[in-house]
């Protein structure tokens, strides 16, 4: 398996532009995470999916902040409009339930907003 | 509610040096733990697990042992290499609970 793969590893975009990260977890696996990594606020988990069906929502910061799984092999995160605070490592994640090994993360997408 | 707490970073270490990072943990039930370790620039990947009370999980020459009566798992490593240097995290999971509970992380630098 090619692991979680995220796309694109790096994006730099105006402050006020639409930025869409992309994700297509391991194959099988039914959770799905997106984490924000800082150096002032570490790793914080944004939002979850299990099934596609989003979980919890709670950790999103803002409305501005959105997140799709319209399939099993798919999701999305995206920010309208993106802010330079926004600037960020994202991280997908995937997992199976029951399996007892923790999840598979991604390579990461690091996002800066100028 | 569950909760993890590490060792304050960050940790500077020689060549060849013992290694022990703390983890502590706070959980309902019986929890599953985990060690993660992010490389500069890169996601973070499983390094070992246990799931049950006085299992000892290892790889790559590290070790932790779940200690229940101590809720710690404390991660070890008898002679760290330059290669060791990166972000360990400490982290659980609770049955029937997806969702992992991860420690601040620990900032670990070799130096030869």
């Known amino acids: 398996d090619a692991g979680v793969i995220q796309s694109p590893r790096h994006e730099v975009t105006e402050m006020g532009q639409e930025v869409t990260l992309r994700c297509k977890p391991i194959s099988g696996h039914d959770y799905l995470f997106w984490y924000r990594q800082t150096m002032m606020r570490g790793l914080e988990l944004l939002i979850y999916f299990n099934n596609n069906v989003p979980i919890d929502d709670s950790g999103m910061p803002e409305d501005r902040f959105s997140a799709k799984m319209p399939n099993a092999s798919f999701s999305t995160l995206k920010i309208q409009p993106s802010e330079p605070r926004d600037s960020a490592v994202y991280f997908c994640?995937?997992?199976?339930?029951?399996?007892?090994?923790?999840?598979?993360f991604g390579s990461g997408t690091r996002l800066t907003v100028v | 509610g569950n909760s993890v707490t590490q060792m304050e970073g960050p940790v500077t270490l020689s060549e060849e040096a013992f290694l022990t990072i703390n983890c502590t943990y706070t959980?309902?039930?019986?929890?599953?733990l985990f060690w993660y370790v992010q490389y500069p620039g890169e996601g973070l990947q499983l390094l070992l697990k246990?799931?049950?009370?006085?299992d000892k999980g290892s790889n790559k020459g590290f070790e932790a042992t779940y200690r229940k009566e101590t809720t710690s798992f404390h991660l070890e490593k008898g002679s760290v290499q330059v290669s060791d240097s990166a972000v360990y995290f400490c982290a659980l999971l609770n049955f029937g609970n997806e969702k992992l509970t991860f420690g601040t992380g620990t900032r670990l630098t070799i130096i030869p």
């Open positions: 246990a799931t049950k009370a006085d």
């Open positions: 959980a309902t039930g019986y929890p599953s």
């Open positions: 994640a995937s997992s199976l339930v029951g399996s007892g090994y923790g999840y598979t």
